[in-house]
């Protein structure tokens, strides 16, 4: 299928590595211009030369995304080389803290700069643009644990509570922003494995506790895979997804529990 993404203009936070390499790679494949962002300058040139021998115009920009600067920078430069801005995917994140009883407030302050507010800060850089072109569209990358308690073996309130800070967010944006021709959405991934992601480590300390995590909590009886991800945000940022708006997409192979 032709999803009606060449030479559409993207903006992917996050994408040196792990899910956002994926998304902007299916972005890349499906013809759009991708501006890749993150701050580690090495991983994200090898991406970048990844994406650019699938033959699209892309450019990299390494900034600390947790900040209003890095984030305006990678936004500027996203404009000055592709002059507008057709989809924004927010995927910075990262976890933090431990139970409730043994996470500090800093760690709550953490979870919510990772998560939340870099989604916020992009969305106000990114929105006019859009609204001044009638058109657009926004991803934030959740987690199934912003739909529901996380599993007793993943105790985490900060990312929970984060998570489903950035689930409503993206609802309360579709509603306001549908009028204007912008449709915002969320992806929720469960479990994903890549190089040097969380599960990997936790799969190279401790492959018992993995092995008993994937029989309890795995239905399919494997980690998800970041290109399955990718493939999914690709469908919903096109026209193929066009009354799909205020979504949240669970893609984690069954593995939450909720019934909404």
């Not at 308690?149 to 509570?161: C, M």
């Not at 066009?242 to 997409?249: P, T």
């Amino acid at each position: 299928m032709d999803l009606g993404l060449r030479g559409k203009a993207a903006l992917v936070t996050g994408s040196s590595r792990g899910l956002g390499r994926a998304i902007a790679l299916e972005l890349a494949r499906e013809g759009s211009r991708v501006c890749l962002s993150a701050r580690g300058r090495e991983a994200l040139e090898q991406t970048l030369a990844e994406v650019q021998a699938l033959g699209v115009d892309a450019i990299a920009v390494a900034a600390d995304l947790t900040t209003s600067e890095g984030l305006r920078q990678v936004v500027e430069r996203t404009l000055e080389a592709f002059g507008q801005i057709d989809i924004l995917v927010n995927n910075v994140g990262g976890a933090t803290g431990t139970s409730f009883e043994q996470t500090s407030e800093a760690d709550w302050e953490r979870a919510l700069d990772w998560n939340l507010l870099p989604a916020v800060r992009a969305c106000q850089l990114v929105v006019p643009h859009m609204k001044a072109r009638g058109s657009g569209a926004i991803v934030n990358i959740v987690s199934i644990y912003g739909r529901e308690s996380a599993s007793p073996l993943i105790n985490r309130p900060t990312y929970v509570a984060a998570k489903a800070a950035e689930i409503g967010l993206a609802k309360s944006l579709a509603l306001e922003l549908a009028p204007y021709g912008i449709r915002v959405n969320s992806v929720a991934p469960g479990s994903i494995l890549f190089p040097g992601g969380s599960w990997e480590r936790r799969q190279q300390a401790d492959p018992e506790w993995i092995e008993r995590f994937i029989q309890r909590e795995l239905p399919l009886g494997r980690f998800g895979r970041p290109e399955e991800i990718g493939r999914v945000v690709a469908f919903l940022v096109s026209e193929a997804a066009s009354l799909i708006v205020g979504a949240c997409l669970n893609v984690d192979g069954g593995q939450s529990r909720s019934l909404i």
